[in-house]
């Protein structure tokens, strides 16, 4: 079946420094591709998106990049925050009558002050 | 507005005794979904609706039922439950039955089966 793969599994950081999360997926005819944070005791929240005909979009700090041709996409969070820690999902969509999204196995991400 | 909203928050269960998640949105959204959390196993679809009286499998749906008879409710329940079901589950929605879009999830049931 589909799957995502997503690496590393934990990172630790120095407050002020980046950090960067790859994710990859099989199915060719995914189309948008998702960011999740989870935070302790908390559901998953979408922090950025992109979809399929753009290669790069940036919020702030936060930027995803897109590669169709390696099927890769990555998050890069610059300047890192001890808020930033958690852990984060990558997802990608497939189509069988709806949108569906198959998610990575989460990075736990630490930014140490 | 509350989101969506998972009672209970903590449940411990007896192998082979039943139970209901609850989960209710209040978006009007049309797309909800039930997913298990496990360590090293990142989020897997269990079952999913695309409106009000349509439910279809996930990726991983056996030992689960759902039911979807109003827009904002969708149960999740566990006929028979066995230790392989403890997990952490969150129910999740989105606006668009079909399309794609942003998923709002609720805070998690944590299920225990001994």
């Known amino acids: 079946g589909e799957n995502v793969e997503q690496h590393p599994s934990t990172l630790s950081v120095q407050e002020g420094d980046s950090a960067v999360i790859k994710c990859t997926y099989s199915?060719?005819?995914?189309?948008?591709f998702p960011w999740y944070k989870q935070e302790l005791g908390k559901g998953p929240q979408l922090i950025i998106d992109i979809r399929s005909n753009v290669g790069e979009k940036k919020d702030q700090r936060i930027a995803v990049t897109l590669n169709k041709t390696a099927k890769h996409f990555s998050l890069h969070i610059t300047e890192t925050q001890p808020e930033d820690s958690a852990v984060y999902f990558c997802?990608?969509?497939?189509?069988?009558?709806?949108?569906?999204?198959?998610f990575g196995t989460g990075t736990r991400l630490k930014v140490l002050a | 507005n509350a989101g969506v909203t998972q009672t209970p928050k903590f449940q411990v269960l007896k192998t082979g005794q039943s139970m209901t998640l609850q989960c209710a949105q209040d978006m009007n959204h049309e797309y909800m979904s039930w997913y298990r959390q496990d360590p090293g196993m990142g989020l897997r679809l269990i079952h999913y609706?695309?409106?009000?009286?349509?439910?279809d499998q996930g990726e991983v749906p056996n030992g689960y039922n759902v039911s979807r008879s109003t827009t904002e409710d969708f149960p999740l329940r566990l006929l028979s439950a066995a230790p392989s079901q403890t997990s952490v589950y969150f129910c999740?929605?989105?606006?668009?039955?079909?399309?794609?879009?942003?998923?709002?999830f609720g805070e998690g049931s944590r299920l225990t089966v001994l």
């Open positions: 609706s695309v409106g009000a009286g349509i439910t």
């Open positions: 997802a990608a969509s497939i189509h069988s009558g709806t949108y569906k999204y198959i």
């Open positions: 999740a929605s989105r606006p668009t039955g079909t399309g794609l879009g942003e998923l709002f």
């Open positions: 199915d060719s005819a995914s189309n948008y």
